[in-house]
């Protein structure tokens, strides 16, 4: 049997875009920072928490990342950055040039968090999330869906 670098490269494209579907990770501790991972801008990110377990959040409206900064307490810091860069995190451009620096922020916050603390601070809110499972993890658990 042959097979060529490109067919191996297609299907290894597939596995990935499937296993991001189901919210699966390829190993743990592994975050996905290229610009395909924000098809129309905006803001998402995996992060570790407390427990050793890893969340993945998006924030594509500005509802959603209003209430992100506000369940992680960093509504402040985020408008005085806003004022400083001259940006409006509202703007899914916006949030997808400076996402490195919103992530540093939210970082540690996430880190200090259990999953189970994050699903209360989440409850109610806009706030696209779910925790996140490595292959060789237990059965799937979506807390709150992703659409894409």
Do not use: K
Not at 10 to 36: C, E, K, N, Y
Not at 39 to 45: D, I, M, Q, V
Not at 75 to 86: G, K, M, N, Q, S
Not at 120 to 141: D, E, I, Y
Request: one cysteine or more.
């Amino acid at each position: 049997m042959t097979s060529s670098v490109t067919s191996l490269g297609a299907a290894a494209d597939v596995v990935q875009a499937i296993a991001g579907q189901l919210h699966f990770t390829p190993s743990a501790g592994a975050h996905d920072d290229r610009a395909g991972s924000y098809p129309c801008g905006g803001f998402a990110r995996d992060f570790a928490t407390a427990d050793g377990e890893r969340v993945r959040v998006q924030a594509f409206t500005r509802r959603q990342f209003a209430d992100l900064a506000e369940a992680t307490r960093l509504a402040r810091t985020f408008a005085f950055l806003e004022r400083v860069l001259d940006v409006d995190f509202c703007a899914c451009s916006d949030l997808y040039t400076h996402r490195v620096t919103i992530a540093a922020l939210l970082a540690p916050w996430f880190a200090r968090h259990t999953v189970a603390e994050l699903a209360a601070a989440f409850a109610g809110t806009s706030v696209p999330w779910a925790h996140l499972h490595n292959f060789t993890g237990s059965v799937l658990r979506a807390d709150r869906g992703f659409t894409g």
